[in-house]
């Protein structure tokens, strides 16, 4: 079965790491938005055993149109828990996806 990919590489300062992790994790503040998406398919959070404060996160979604659907669904809510989470990181790059080829 395919599937849609958001990969994101986030640097976090180690005493934001805790509190990131929590928030970008399987069962975190983003999938539990992600997850009022049908498309929704799971996270995934790595953190690089050889560069501490690097992370990547995937989050998976049945198709491209279905990742879209779910930021569009509740856009503001979308919105604040980005802004909230902003200060949790130091860079946020986005490896794929629609993001990424922008």
């Known amino acids: 079965m395919a599937t849609f990919a958001a990969v994101w590489e986030y640097e976090v300062a180690p005493a934001q790491a805790a509190a990131f992790e929590r928030v970008y994790g399987a069962d975190g503040d983003w999938a539990e938005l992600f997850r009022r998406s049908p498309a929704y398919r799971g996270s995934l959070l790595v953190a690089d055993r050889d560069r501490p404060g690097r992370y990547v996160v995937i989050d998976r979604f049945a198709d491209e ?21 902003e200060p949790l990181w130091l860079s946020e790059t986005a490896l794929a996806g629609p993001a990424a080829a922008t």
Do not use: I, P
């Open 65 to 85: 149109a279905g990742y879209r659907a779910a930021l569009d669904a509740d856009r503001a809510a979308y919105d604040a828990l980005s802004a909230a989470c």
